[in-house]
């Protein structure tokens, strides 16, 4: 029996894919619980037709996290906290704040693909990495300045 899975199946194929399992498996579990279709032609040209536009629609998120890794490089950053003596912080700078500094210039990014790479516990100049799509992983300079 040849169906085309709706899901991805584990040790079966991905979905979207056409594949042959025995009848009982196809007719009895894959169908019914909505991880299959039959595979007809109607039911075929349909699946490349979605497969196309959701390869599209992967090309475009891969050429805007491309856009928005070179916009985060050439950004530059600056946060300004309390200090105590010494210019030691008060706490440490998080990601929370690295991504609220981002949405004032315009780049909104989810606070938990920020990873700080050392602990940010007095001035001077850091390195961030934020996580955008598989390996794109631009850097992100920022500078902790003493608050007026």
Known sequence: MKVILTQDVEKLGQS??????KDG???NFLIPS???VLATKGSIAESELMQKRA???AEVSVKEAKEMAQKIETTNLTISVT???DDKIHGTVTNVQIADALMEKGIVIDRRTITVDT???SLGE???TIQLLGDLK???????VKAD
């Open 16 to 21: 979207g894919e056409l594949v042959i399992v």
């Open 25 to 27: 498996y196809g007719r």
């Open 34 to 36: 909505g991880m299959a």
């Open 55 to 57: 390869a599209k629609k």
């Open 83 to 85: 200090t105590g003596e």
């Open 119 to 121: 602990d940010v516990k």
């Open 126 to 128: 850091y390195t961030a």
């Open 138 to 144: 631009p850097q992100l300079k920022f500078w902790v």
